[in-house]
């Protein structure tokens, strides 16, 4: 079972690998890998880079207002840049962009309805490429892919207890008043 902390501190970690591997469920554009056959332009090239991470982004109805609507859970910005091949000029044509990827954590248990209210209203006041729901509990996964956010099921946490030394296992009762 994940809590929420550990979800979104796995998010955090794992941005990169996360928006790699869910890539089209965000609605991220795969860039083409492979090679050109004779005479046929070069394939286009992209590429990305994490240049965010943000923690609790807090959702505003719009610039300088005194109001919150809430914040998303983790915020990633990500710098694109491509090159496409200009034939009819001979030369790379490139261009620079920005793409901005919500993820919401969810512990088990979580509720479709305030999820989805939840989530339409972020997406409808921040301008995203992606919006993802990150939970254990895929009860509603489907509902809300058809409402137009993906959803990732996190790996099992998985706990490393050989850090840590039997003594700091083991709580020794407080001594009593009067004994020392």
């Known amino acids: 079972m994940r809590s929420h902390d550990a979800i979104v501190t796995w998010l955090y970690d794992n941005a990169g690998l ?4 869910h890539a089209t ?9 492979g090679i050109a056959p004779d005479g046929a332009p070069p394939p286009p090239a992209v590429a990305r880079r994490i240049t965010r991470r943000e923690l609790e982004h807090l959702i505003s109805p719009s610039t300088g207002r005194p109001w919150l609507l809430g914040s998303i859970d983790l ?3 990500v710098a694109v ?4 091949w200009n034939a009819a000029a001979e030369r790379w044509d490139t261009s620079d962009a920005t793409q901005r ?5 969810k ?7 305030e999820t989805l209210m939840q989530v339409k209203k972020h997406r409808l006041f921040s301008k995203l490429d992606g919006y993802a729901v990150v939970s254990a509990d895929a009860t509603h996964a489907r509902r809300l892919r058809r409402e137009g956010f993906a959803f990732i ?3 099992p946490l ?14 020794k009762p407080a001594p009593m008043a009067g004994t020392a």
């Open 158 to 171: 998985v706990v490393d207890f050989s850090a840590v030394s039997p003594r700091m296992m083991i709580a």
């Open 18 to 21: 996360v928006l790699a591997t």
């Open 101 to 105: 990827f919500a993820f919401e954590a």
């Open 75 to 77: 915020l990633v910005t």
């Open 153 to 155: 099921v996190p790996p």
């Open 107 to 113: 512990s088990p248990g979580w509720g479709l309805s």
């Open 81 to 84: 840049q491509s090159a496409e």
């Open 25 to 33: 469920a965000l609605g991220v554009a795969q860039p083409f890998v």
